[in-house]
């Protein structure tokens, strides 16, 4: 009887949430270091840029009149250590920690949502594999309130299949959360009704003011652009002239894309129906 509930209680601590099992932790780096460009927020930045040895162990990311983010510790040395694959996928995913409350802007939560359950199993395998980092960035202030969720809740989602296609490449565009910043930012979030891709977003930092440019295709956009001259600014962020582009765009991240995966998203990008900037 003793031994019964016990392996019982055994059984229900270890037995892993069905939906996360098994992530592919190759997948899961690729998708965290490249792709996703995690580190761009996440990581602490220092003079030269990303501090390597510090690798996702949080910093401040954004001050505005509405918020101070902080994006925390997610190495094993942070919080995120105590929540299970299933409670850590959801804070990736929707946006929704374990106890309930909101993970706030810029954590891209409206591009998110379209994460697999495969690649998010993956994501998540891959962050309990870096290394541990102690470091406390502290945490965030956001005087704007939070809606109550950013969605329905999610059960499962899928990935459109692998490949140079428009639909791939939408699917990778929303994990590299490109329409985040290059679409108008509003206090709920990055204006995609009226917005999408038009650019028009303002980031200011120690690189002075830069606005994220249109990307659809239209004459303010990409029209004008080869596909090589596009693919050159996404991941060299070398302008056609030569000239080097500015930050916050995390082209170091970027440049590690799988060259199928870039001509997946420039053939998305050819299909946004052209609209004049903001
Ligand atoms: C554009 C910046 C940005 C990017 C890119 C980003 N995050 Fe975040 N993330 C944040 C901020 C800011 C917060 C904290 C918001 C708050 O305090 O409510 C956060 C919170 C989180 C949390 C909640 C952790 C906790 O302790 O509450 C997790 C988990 C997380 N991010 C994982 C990821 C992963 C994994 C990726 C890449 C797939 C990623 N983030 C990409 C900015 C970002
Ligand atoms: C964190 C914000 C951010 C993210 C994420 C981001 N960008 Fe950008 N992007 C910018 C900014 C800002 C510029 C302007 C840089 C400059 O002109 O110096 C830019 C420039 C560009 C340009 C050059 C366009 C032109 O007309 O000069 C292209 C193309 C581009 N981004 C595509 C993408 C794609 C595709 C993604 C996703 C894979 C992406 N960006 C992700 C902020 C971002």
Not at 28 to 46: D, F, I, K, S
């Amino acid at each position: 009887m003793t031994i019964a509930k016990t392996a019982l209680a055994a059984a229900l601590t270890l037995a892993p949430p069905a939906a996360l099992a098994d992530g592919d932790v190759d997948r899961g780096a690729y998708l965290v270091n490249t792709v996703m460009a995690c580190g761009n927020c996440h990581t602490p930045m220092g003079p030269d840029g990303i501090v390597a040895e510090q690798n996702l162990a949080g910093r401040l990311v954004e001050q505005t009149e509405h918020f101070t983010a902080i994006a925390p510790n997610i190495t094993p040395a942070g919080r995120v250590a105590d929540w299970t694959d299933a409670e850590l996928g959801r804070a990736i995913r929707e946006g929704i920690r374990p106890d309930g409350s909101l993970v706030g802007p810029p954590m891209p939560y409206k591009a998110y949502r379209a994460i697999s359950d495969d690649d998010l199993a993956a994501i998540v395998a891959h962050l309990r594999t870096v290394p541990a980092v102690e470091n406390d960035p502290g945490t965030s202030d956001y005087r704007i309130p939070l809606p109550p969720a950013y969605g329905p809740p999610l059960e499962t989602v899928s990935a459109p299949a692998p490949g140079v296609t428009v639909d791939y490449g939408a699917y990778l565009t929303a994990l590299a959360h490109c329409m985040e910043c290059h679409s108008p930012m509003t206090p709920q979030g990055p204006d995609w009704d009226e917005g999408y891709a038009r650019g028009g977003f303002a980031f200011h930092g120690p690189w002075g003011t830069v606005v994220s440019p249109n990307l659809t295709d239209h004459p303010d956009g990409l029209a004008g652009y080869s596909d090589a001259e596009v693919e050159r600014m996404i991941v060299d962020g070398v302008h056609p002239d030569g000239s080097p582009m500015l930050p916050p765009m995390p082209y170091a991240f970027l440049a590690g894309m799988k060259a199928e995966d870039l001509d997946a998203i420039v053939l998305y990008l050819r299909s946004i129906p052209g609209a004049p900037d903001p």
